[in-house]
């Protein structure tokens, strides 16, 4: 395991190995605070330092962007003391830690929000979820406003001392449906005329955090750069998309899909959004992950030998066994 047991560069920081532990929402907070539970699920899955890079699961930035019951919250400074625990926890096992954070958008719930959704345009998510209320279209101080939620949310990752924050704009939240053609029919400056217009929001937002960590923290974007579906988000779209997020100064892209989430359809090839990172990383000098059907180390080391991605994200297998990650690194796997 030559390559994925060599460091990384992620802007001013340097992670020891390439193997990430992408985020995974588990529905364990209670009122979005991080317990015992997290600290426990962390604890055990970083156990003996064999994991580089850990992005925690993905936290709303305000109440409204929650996507489910149990989601962590970073939407207020009450949030700190857990935080912190959270990430002295990964730390204490020697493995670098990143943030997510997140909106959901017209992907969150009614009944959970106690409010109406808010998305790009009124357009019903293409998702096969009854339980989704139609939501209203975000109006511009609506969109002034989140970004500014997204920058304190990040100024508290900083804060709790994690070592970089990762925006969320993949699987349909709302940073993802203003790019995605799917669902942003507007046609304002925030439109789907052109990838400047559509990737406009996430450029604010990725200069607000920047003006809130400060230069020399890493930031991250998981961006749903394929829908994989007729008239949505294409891989042409993902590395015009990676090529300006690097150039506004993102440090990190996380690269997974759209609508499609996190699966790609109809293909559990090892590696499968492999079709997008190594166009993108041919097009990038900053770092690039790829996760999606990857059940051992062989085949983490052979993508990389491929130079299709910088990292390596293994979620599932190391959900399932968490001793996948020593065993990946001792080549038993």
């Known amino acids: 395991m030559q390559i994925l047991n060599s460091p990384v560069t992620i802007g001013k920081i340097t992670v020891k190995n390439r193997l990430v532990m992408p985020p995974m929402a588990n529905e364990k907070a209670r009122d979005g605070m991080v317990n015992q539970q997290h600290i426990d699920f962390y604890t055990e899955k970083c156990k003996g330092g064999h994991i580089g890079l850990v992005i925690t699961e993905h936290s709303y930035v305000n109440i409204q962007g929650k996507a489910g019951k149990g989601q962590l919250s970073v939407a207020s ?91 969320h704009s993949a699987h349909g939240y709302l940073l993802n449906q203003f790019y995605s053609p799917l669902t942003n029919k507007r046609e ?56 300006m997020l690097e150039k506004a100064g993102v440090d990190l892209l996380d690269i997974s899909g759209g609508f499609c989430s996190y699966r790609k359809p109809d293909d559990e090839t090892p590696g499968y959004f492999s079709d997008m990172t190594q166009p993108i990383k041919q097009r990038v000098k900053i770092p690039v992950i790829l996760t999606g059907g990857v059940h051992s180390g062989r085949q983490c080391e052979k993508l990389l030998e491929e130079s299709k991605a910088d990292l390596i994200g293994v979620g599932r297998a190391i959900l399932t066994d968490s001793a996948w990650p020593q065993k990946n690194m001792a080549g038993r796997l």
């Not at 959970?112 to 101080?141: I, N």
């Open 77 to 167: 400074d009450d949030c700190l003391p857990g935080m912190k625990k959270l990430a002295d926890s990964i730390h204490q096992c020697s493995c670098a830690a990143f943030a997510q954070i997140s909106h959901a958008g017209g992907a969150a719930l009614t009944a959970v929000t106690g409010m109406v959704p808010v998305s790009a345009s009124r357009v019903m998510m293409p998702r096969r979820q009854k339980e989704y209320d139609m939501p209203l279209r975000l109006d511009k101080e609506g969109i002034k406003q989140i970004v500014r939620d997204f920058a304190d949310a990040a100024r508290r990752v900083k804060e709790a001392g994690f070592d970089g924050v990762e925006i």
């Open 188 to 243: 304002d400056e925030y439109g789907a005329g052109c990838m400047e217009n559509r990737l406009r929001f996430l450029l604010e937002t990725v200069s607000a955090v920047r003006e809130a960590v400060g230069p020399d923290f890493p930031i991250a974007v998981r961006l749903g750069g394929c829908d994989y579906a007729e008239d949505g988000s294409s891989i042409r779209d993902a590395v015009q998309a990676a090529v």
